[in-house]
Structures are given as C-alpha cells and as structure tokens.
C-alpha cells in the first residue's frame, strides 16, 4: 500500500524541518514546500528569503525528501497586506500573522498541496489538532512558552481536518535536540521574531513607506499638548515605548501611555501611568468573530483568556454567545483582580478593539 503524501511547510527554521523529519520517520511520502509570499525590498539586509531557502533545500536534503519552492506573493499582497494598510490607516492595529495563516499558509499552500496529491499538509506550529464529537478541535501546544494556537485561531473546520501539527506535544528543547541528533545543519537556527513579511526590519521604518506620515499635536485628556506626534497610523493603543516624549516640564515623571486616537482631529491622546483609568476599559466591541467549530458555541457562556485592558497580562474571564457583528457581554478582571460585570469584548480581524466605556 503506497504511503499517504504530507506537504510540509517549510520555512528554513527548525521547527518545520523536525516536523518533515517526524512524518518522514513515521512512513508518510513527504514533500517540503518552500513559500515565498514577499517580494518587495528581497534584497535588503532584512530580508532572509534566500538563506532560508538554502537552509531548506540543505535540510531536505538530509531527511531525503524532495524540496519544491511556489511563490504566493501576489496572492499575499491581495489577501494580507492589503487589510494590514487598512487597518492601520483605520487607526486600528492588526495582526497580519493570523490573516495569513488563514489565508495563505492554511488556504493557498493546501489548495497547492492537494494539486500535489497531497490529502493533508503539515506545519512547524505549536498547537493541536484532536478530532471530537465529529469537529475538530484547535488546541494549546505541549510547551506553553511556545504555543501558537492563537494565531492559528481563523481556521476552519475544512482547513483543521486537513491538517497536522507534529510538534505539537513536543518542548522546544525536544525539537532542538532531536535536530541535532539527526544531524540537521540548522539546529541551532535562531527563532524568526518578525512580522511574517517584515522580518527584522524597523517596524516604523517599513510602514512610512506605505502610509503617510501626517504629524498632529500629542495632548493629555485635559487639552495640554505635550508633543507631536508623526502619524496616528504609527502608534498603538497602550504603547509605551517609542512614543517620543521624555521629560515634560510640570509632568510627573510616571511613563507615558497612548491612552486614545482621535482621527478626526488627527490628535494622539497620552496619559501617565500604568494605572491610569483610561488604559482601562468597561466595553469592547467585537466584530467577524471567528469560531473554530463554524458557528458559535451552543452553551450560553465559555471560558476565554481575552486581554482585559490595553497594557495588562491576559486574565480568565467567561464571555456569552454572540453573533457576528455583535457584541458580547462578559465578566472584567482588573488588575486587582476584582470582577467587575457588565463589560464586553471582542475582536476585529486578529485584534481585540477597545471600546470608550
């Protein structure tokens, strides 16, 4: 009986190579299948595209599989990059790495698989698959310190049931190791930390050359200007540092926070202080809810670990059932750690939208 083929994705880094390693020692006909979604600036010192390229074809090489390379640039400007500039310009902050898991790496790599005749496709992510119930279920990985199941949280039941997480039970340490043993060139490869399209670049640097700068007054809650700032697009709600203010004269010498953004006026709202009441929010508004099982949970509440406030630690909370476009009432757990009802929260696109109380 012929072995079933696996399309690994491959990106140069050690977690996908252990992963073609795990199913080839298993018995499964793997492929490797190198994208390259990013194509503007492929010749700068930022961009890694072509030694991550070299470290796959050198890993295939070793595991004995074949390597092949399929471009999803323009598939990735339409579907990716195009909704990251308009949130951004939106004043919002998005997270392009869930929007392209979803869109390309779980939608264009397994349409491109299964052309192979490939049934399934396989990944380096941390996180689980576990069929229940006749659903599939997405699950946290084995090493908490490295789960990614959350930006894996837009895919669907289609694109979960066709999928496979080698690495999912396993510690980093464990993926490492195993590397090494089986003598993999890339076992000590440095983690990407980057913006899937970015890489290391300056953050700041890469998105003024897509949005424009329009500098506007930087003010405190009472309407005193304090600075200037180079673009709302340019700054995240909660952000602390990079804000560009240091010492203001008369000012406390607490940290300063973006607390708001006002893109009417163009004006950037600051305060002092972790604490302080306008980093803390009573609402959120949640819109194109994504649910793993195709369609809300039947029960009336569930468990959930949304961020409760612009700059805090993710705390336990329950949230009630909600459609799309709507919003969800929940219980909010402020620093404190006192409950307080009646808030609500949820996400757009890949990010939680925080609300005026």
């Known amino acids: 009986m012929d072995a079933e083929k696996i399309v690994v994705g491959m990106s140069g880094g050690v977690d996908s190579s252990v992963a073609a390693l795990l199913l080839r020692r298993a018995g499964f006909e793997v492929v490797g299948l190198f994208m390259k979604n990013w194509e503007d600036d492929d010749d700068d010192e930022y961009c890694s595209t072509r030694q991550d390229l070299i470290d796959c074809a050198a890993v295939a090489d070793v595991i004995g599989i074949d390597l092949e390379v399929v471009n999803f640039a323009a598939e990735y400007k339409d579907r990716v990059f195009a909704e990251f500039l308009r949130e951004y310009s939106a004043g919002r902050t998005p997270n392009p790495d869930v929007l392209c898991n979803a869109e390309i790496k779980f939608r264009a790599f397994l349409d491109h698989a299964v052309a192979l005749g490939a049934r399934r496709i396989a990944t380096g992510h941390y996180a689980q698959v576990r069929r229940a119930d006749g659903r599939f279920e997405l699950l946290k990985a084995g090493d908490g310190s490295k789960d990614q199941s959350y930006f894996l949280h837009r895919l669907n039941q289609g694109q979960l049931a066709r999928t496979m997480f080698p690495l999912g039970r396993l510690q980093k340490t464990e993926v490492r190791r195993t590397a090494k043993e089986a003598g993999l060139p890339n076992f000590a490869k440095r983690d990407s930390t980057g913006i899937c399209f970015i890489g290391e670049r300056p953050f ?14 930087m003010r405190t809650p009472e309407g005193r200007m304090v600075g200037e700032h180079i673009g709302l697009s340019f700054y995240t709600i909660g952000q602390r540092k990079g804000i560009g203010l240091g010492g203001v004269k008369g000012a406390a010498e607490d940290a300063w926070y973006v607390a708001a953004k006002d893109m009417e006026k163009n004006e950037l709202v600051v305060v002092q202080g972790h604490d302080h009441p306008l980093l803390l929010r009573r609402a959120l508004e949640a ?14 509440r569930i468990a959930n670990t949304a961020p409760r406030r612009a700059t805090a630690r993710r705390t ?13 009432r929940s219980s909010s757990t402020r620093r404190s750690g006192r409950s307080r009802r009646g808030s609500r929260w949820c996400c757009i696109g890949a990010r939680c939208a925080w609300a005026a109380a």
């Open 287 to 300: 819109r194109d809810a994504a649910w793993v099982s195709g369609e809300p949970p039947g029960t009336d």
């Open 316 to 328: 336990p909370n329950a949230v009630s059932r909600a459609s799309r476009g709507r919003r969800s």
């Open 204 to 217: 700041r640097e890469f998105l003024n050359r897509y949005l424009p700068r329009r500098p506007g007054a």
